[in-house]
């Protein structure tokens, strides 16, 4: 038996901030939202579509309700994030609305497939012969339709045959659906129904091939020799996310700041190339930094003295509160050979994902890898995947104003970035060579802001991003290659490889007005950011200075100043 010790009020912190005016709200519609996911399953489905919106627009009528000049500041913030939230999901249902529409007579067959999907729910007794009449029916309309496609030559447009290709694998999954729940339990619904849905199903699938090679090549993006083809979404729509993001920059400055950091960094990196006895020759020193990777087999080891190295930094100059649980329960997994052709470098939270060589790979495949892996250079990037990053990140998030649901990668990957800004204006590089390892790291984020837009802009092609990362980063090509495929085809949006040194700018500028200024240590400054959760840094900044917001809020915190 078991004995718990209780504990005083004194012994209890109550700094912490409380919840919002919009908690019961917040957590209302996240589960909600989970609940209508898990019940309307089949994607771009009218039903699914409908049920959404009015989901949505009544929800915007009940946050309109709350009196906002007489919410705090975190209620402000919620509800101005919760509004933003609930506006982008409703412009997502619209242009899946307005895409079904443009394609619905090649796809309008299948409709009848969604009642027989919905009566499914409730287990409702079908009659099954009827069924299988339908469902052959059904195939016969579908195989006119491929007729009509070969006959026709019809061509869409990426974004309308990607959708077309959706609306048929809805249909797929909702036939799956039904045949799995009464197979078995229903014998005469497996005599009349078995052999119809199989042929159904493999027609289906043969339709949805079908329109996913019938895109328009001018409105796809053509394989450049990378064979990387990602989806360019133009300036259009990469300034309404900016704008979702609270991000008062065009993509035009966001590529100048960039290149005024890369500007610094080059000129760091000649000060350590210097140092190292190799003059102006930075690729040379970066060439021997990259020579001094561990041997095979003693990355990981390696790795935790990276991490203990960093937490002892961190507790030594006493910049945030670091709870012993989650130093305690982080773990080590190594990332397969397949993984690292998208993901060559770390990956964390409580899992530290390592890139090494395994046995399998090619022989300058394994090179690249170890040298790309090298001591030097992980040295900033084993506390941006574990403590003070990401590790601590989701530790700190999930026992902290949960029911934030703004996640945002300018919070996530900009604060990581953030610590390896203020670490090295700390002097935690130990010498010319962890400089040079962390400087790679610190151009390959400005490297991410210009080639990932310049890409969504339409002005550079898979290629032309790859070969700038090993010119002007020094990546080995295969892990350039790795990480141009992870930025356009590794499902992260359009704007997540920007969030790292543009979030990570956003809080070097937050700590600049409140801990250089003395209005806080970077202890409570830190430990504030982690407890209000993920959210645009712009409204982290609000509620910390406690501004004055309005219920039209725009953003326009224009942040850098360099």
């Given at each position: 038996m078991c004995s718990f010790q209780s504990i005083s009020s004194q012994q209890i912190s109550t700094t912490k901030a409380p919840v919002s005016e919009l908690y019961d709200f917040s957590v209302n519609i996240n589960e909600d939202i989970r609940s209508l996911y898990r019940f309307y399953v089949i994607y771009n489905s009218p039903e699914r579509r409908e049920?959404?919106?009015?989901?949505?627009?009544?929800?915007?009528?009940?946050?309109?309700?709350?009196n906002f000049d007489e919410l705090s500041i975190g209620g402000k913030v919620d509800y101005l994030l919760l509004k933003n939230k609930i506006e982008?999901?409703?412009?997502?249902?619209?242009?899946?609305?307005?895409?079904?529409?443009?394609?619905?007579?090649?796809?309008?067959?299948?409709?009848?497939?969604?009642?027989?999907?919905?009566?499914?729910?409730?287990?409702?007794?079908?009659?099954?012969?009827?069924?299988?009449?339908?469902?052959?029916?059904?195939?016969?309309?579908?195989?006119?339709?491929?007729?009509?496609?070969?006959?026709t030559e019809k061509k869409f447009p990426r974004n309308l045959a990607e959708r077309a290709s959706g609306i048929v694998y809805g249909y797929t999954e909702a036939i799956k659906s039904v045949v799995e729940f009464y197979s078995g339990y229903d014998v005469e619904f497996s005599w009349w129904v078995t052999k119809p849905a199989e042929t159904l199903l493999k027609t289906l699938d043969e339709l949805q091939k079908k329109f996913e090679a019938s895109i328009d090549e001018s409105?796809?993006?053509?394989?450049?020799?990378?064979?990387?083809?990602?989806?360019?979404?133009?300036?259009?729509?990469?300034?309404?996310?900016?704008?979702?993001?609270?991000?008062?920059?065009?993509?035009?400055?966001?590529?100048?700041?960039?290149?005024?950091?890369?500007?610094?960094?080059?000129?760091?990196?000649?000060k350590a190339s210097n140092e190292m006895g190799f003059g102006d020759d930075w690729k040379a020193a970066q060439e021997k930094v990259k020579m001094a990777f561990v041997p095979a087999g003693e990355q990981p080891e390696a790795m935790l003295e990276l991490y203990n190295q960093s937490v002892a930094f961190l507790k030594e100059h006493d910049l945030l509160t670091i709870p012993p649980l989650?130093?305690?329960?982080?773990?080590?997994?190594?990332?397969?050979?397949?993984?690292?052709?998208?993901?060559?470098?770390?990956?964390?939270?409580?899992?530290?994902?390592?890139?090494?060589?395994?046995?399998?790979?090619?022989h300058d495949d394994k090179m690249m890898s170890m040298r790309g892996n090298n001591p030097h250079f992980s040295r900033a990037t084993v506390h941006h995947e574990l403590i003070a990053g990401h590790h601590l990140q989701q530790f700190v998030n999930n026992r902290n104003h949960e029911y934030r649901n703004y996640r945002t990668p300018f919070w996530t990957e900009g604060w990581a970035l953030y610590w390896e800004l203020t670490l090295w204006d700390m002097d935690f590089p130990r010498g010319p060579e962890d400089k040079i390892g962390m400087l790679f790291w610190r151009m390959h984020r400005c490297a991410r802001i210009i080639f990932s837009l310049n890409y969504h802009l339409g002005e550079w092609t898979p290629q032309q991003c790859i070969d700038y990362l090993v010119d002007r980063v020094g990546h080995e090509r295969a892990n350039a290659e790795g990480e141009v495929r992870r930025s356009f085809t590794g499902n992260y949006g359009p704007l997540y490889q920007i969030a790292y040194m543009v979030g990570g700018l956003q809080f070097r500028a937050l700590k600049e007005e409140l801990v250089d200024s003395g209005q806080m240590t970077y202890k409570e400054f830190h430990d504030a950011v982690l407890e209000e959760n993920t959210m645009p840094v712009e409204m982290v900044r609000a509620i910390l200075t406690n501004q004055a917001l309005t219920k039209d809020f725009k953003s326009n915190w224009r942040f850098y100043k360099n």
């Open positions: 049920r959404f919106e009015n989901f949505y627009n009544e929800k915007l009528v009940l946050l309109n309700s709350y982008d999901q409703l412009f997502n249902f619209s242009t899946e609305e307005m895409e079904c529409r443009q394609v619905e007579e090649w796809v309008k067959f299948g409709s009848p497939i969604y009642e027989v999907e919905k009566l499914r729910r409730r287990g409702i007794k079908q009659d099954a012969q009827a069924l299988a009449n339908q469902l052959n029916t059904i195939n016969k309309q579908a195989n006119e339709i491929l007729v009509k496609l070969d006959k409105t796809f993006p053509k394989d450049d020799g990378s064979g990387i083809i990602g989806s360019p979404i133009g300036r259009e729509e990469l300034i309404r996310q900016l704008q979702l993001e609270m991000i008062p920059y065009s993509p035009e400055e966001l590529v100048e700041i960039a290149m005024k950091e890369f500007a610094w960094c080059d000129k760091e990196l000649l989650a130093e305690e329960t982080w773990r080590m997994k190594m990332i397969s050979p397949e993984r690292q052709l998208i993901s060559p470098f770390f990956l964390g939270g409580e899992v530290l994902q390592i890139s090494y060589p395994t046995d399998e790979m090619e």
